[in-house]
């Protein structure tokens, strides 16, 4: 079975500084990937995704990731975070065979001081 | 469009009773999910459904059961809550075909707890 691993679990950063949210799976095909949000007290939303094409993908508010095949990685990045960026981040990977379903991490908690 | 829309927002159960959060979703998706998220544990995938009339089981389905006998609606049935049900109960839906992806869209969220 596929996995899906973010590495940072908590990451506290002072606004302004650069941001780079890692994100690994295990799968060999292909794959989709996403990155959602989480604000405090509400639902997850789409950042951004790849689906095919350019392995760098740019998202909402700034934000962008790459996807690295060899590495088998999908970090999330952003130059300049704002105190508004304090959410929960979530990778997800969705495979090319099996029942498409996405795969999620267990999420980042990003905290930014003003 | 409403999106996914969830009922109720808060609960609270006593052990053993039971309930049913709801789910529904006015975006004529075909898949729909349903995820439990525990603090620092990331999404679980408890049921999913690829259409009306089809369900399977995700990562955590035990202690729960679904249905989908529209393509709008896709409640979680909790016959006997236990405290591990604790949590936040997420409903999600997307489109899908074999050309493209489209992402998930998630509902509000129910909160849930049993004491």
């Known amino acids: 079975a596929q996995s899906v691993s973010q590495h940072n679990h908590h990451v506290i950063l002072s606004e302004a500084a650069s941001l780079e949210l890692g994100c690994n799976y295990s799968?060999?095909?292909?794959?989709?990937l996403f990155w959602y949000v989480q604000y405090p007290g509400q639902h997850l939303q789409l950042l951004l995704k790849?689906?095919?094409?350019?392995?760098l993908v740019k998202g909402i508010k700034g934000f962008e990731a790459e996807f690295i095949k060899s590495k088998f990685s999908f970090n999330l990045r952003k130059p300049s975070v704002q105190w508004s960026d304090t959410a929960e981040y979530f990778c997800?990977?969705?495979?090319?065979?099996?029942?498409?379903?996405?795969?999620f991490g267990r999420g980042t908690s990003l905290i930014v001081h003003p | 469009n409403a999106g996914v829309t969830q009922t109720p927002k808060f609960r609270i159960l006593k052990i053993g009773q039971s309930m049913t959060l709801q789910c529904t979703q006015d975006m004529n998706h075909n898949y729909m999910y349903w995820y439990r998220q525990d603090p620092g544990m990331g999404l679980k995938l408890i049921y999913y459904?690829?259409?009306?009339?089809?369900?399977d089981k995700g990562e955590v389905p035990n202690g729960y059961n679904v249905s989908r006998s529209t393509t709008e609606d896709f409640p979680l049935r909790l016959e006997l809550a236990a405290p591990s049900q604790t949590s936040v109960y997420f409903c999600?839906?997307?489109?899908?075909?074999?050309?493209?992806?489209?992402?998930?869209?998630f509902g509000p969220g129910t909160r849930l707890t049993v004491l």
């Open positions: 799968y060999g095909g292909t794959v989709n």
């Open positions: 999600a839906s997307s489109d899908w075909d074999r050309s493209s992806y489209n992402e998930q869209f």
């Open positions: 459904s690829v259409g009306a009339g089809i369900t």
């Open positions: 790849y689906f095919s094409g350019d392995p």
């Open positions: 997800a990977v969705r495979t090319s065979g099996g029942s498409y379903i996405p795969t």
